[in-house]
């Protein structure tokens, strides 16, 4: 590796942003396992009261990067949209200006103009998928969003769409207001049975879930410790420097894996920011961030009384094992998806002309709920 130069004055990060240079990322591993290891913060929310279906309102926080993906952004915002709730959508600086996704949102037409008090587009920094500064950016725009009154934030890609009416969402949500959806699987240790996703992807064809373990991957192509340090320099392995995954499983803390797209309650959102997390998001910066950070946090909260719901996102990567991205939604899928509708909240990736008919029947459905 060639010769590493950081130029401190440069460096624009909030206080408790995660920053390890290649020259630090040995002590900052030893540093951070170790006080991790001495437990995360207690939890110390009460139970959440439960709410009816009218009182309950959610936030979603919508990243958007692709100009072509507009117009489905745009169908899924109309399907959501409740003067009620809260809309943040965060644009990739690099690649698309807020101007656009407010344009197509109709944010500038005079009848519209209501709902601005609600809806709200900001330009996020440029972050590469898997990395760490990836997650600051979903921190950053959940801290932004805890100014607002809301029970769930619902974190969606610019590929996602709603599998059931808003009010059967709302309903859902509000029957489940301790539970949070998240994808939360367990590396599998010596002697456990393991689902083996790159081998039999067919097996868990979709996202939601939590508990069974499986040989993910990145935990194998993840060995090294990442250095990253917001958009100061793209993140790279540290040669030499391992990831103590092994040695802090062998004391009791618990990796686990699961898709970034997820719906998690208000005191979940406040707990993970928390300024005495720090040591932890270190930890979890040094690996595959945006894929280990929520899925991880769940496994490892001590006396942690909110539960994890078995419902989810419905995903399917048949053919697409070894990439970042499952398969595009289209007919072979709808068939799937509405015999078990109910397991699944949202369903990605789809696209406006390969998943018409699925999007059609997904719509549909949801006019009868």
């Not at 420097?241 to 802090?248: E, G, I, R, V």
């Not at 997820?262 to 005191?267: A, F, V, Y």
Request: neutral net charge.
């Amino acid at each position: 590796m060639s010769a590493f130069k950081m130029r401190p004055k440069e460096v624009r990060l909030a206080p408790g942003d995660v920053c390890i240079t290649p020259g630090n990322a040995s002590a900052a591993a030893l540093s951070a396992s170790r006080e991790v290891l001495k437990g995360l913060p207690q939890w110390t929310a009460p139970p959440a009261r439960a709410k009816d279906v009218l009182s309950l309102r959610l936030a979603y926080f919508v990243q958007v990067s692709f100009v072509e993906k507009l117009p489905l952004v745009r169908r899924v915002f109309d399907k959501l949209y409740s003067p009620q709730d809260f809309f943040m959508y965060s644009t990739d600086s690099r690649l698309l200006a807020p101007e656009h996704v407010e344009e197509a949102l109709g944010l500038g037409v005079p009848s519209r103009r209501g709902r601005r008090r609600n809806v709200r587009v900001r330009a996020g920094p440029h972050a590469d998928y898997s990395y760490w500064p990836r997650v600051q950016v979903v921190l950053d725009g959940f801290a932004s969003l805890l100014s607002e009154k809301w029970d769930f934030v619902v974190h969606l890609s610019e590929s996602d769409y709603p599998v059931h009416s808003l009010g059967w969402l709302r309903a859902t949500l509000a029957r489940q207001r301790n539970s949070n959806f998240v994808e939360a699987k367990p590396r599998c240790k010596d002697g456990e049975q393991k689902i083996d996703i790159d081998k039999d992807a067919k097996k868990a064809p979709h996202d939601g879930g939590v508990g069974h373990c499986d040989s993910w991957r990145m935990w194998r192509r993840f060995m090294k410790v990442t250095a990253s340090c917001g958009g100061e320099f793209p993140p790279q392995a540290v040669d030499g420097t391992m990831f103590p995954l092994d040695a802090m499983e062998r004391k009791g803390f618990v990796f686990a894996h699961g898709g970034e797209w997820l719906i998690l309650t208000r005191e979940v959102v406040e707990y993970a920011n928390r300024p005495d997390m720090a040591d932890f998001k270190r930890l979890i910066g040094m690996h595959m961030g945006s894929e280990i950070f929520w899925s991880t946090l769940v496994f490892n909260i001590p006396n942690f009384t909110q539960r994890i719901s078995e419902q989810g996102w419905y995903t399917c990567w048949d053919h697409m094992p070894n990439d970042h991205s499952p398969e595009t939604i289209s007919d072979q899928h709808l068939d799937e998806i509405m015999q078990h509708r109910d397991e699944y909240l949202f369903t990605r990736k789809v696209d406006l002309n390969q998943s018409a008919n699925v999007l059609r029947a997904l719509d549909n459905a949801g006019e009868t709920e």
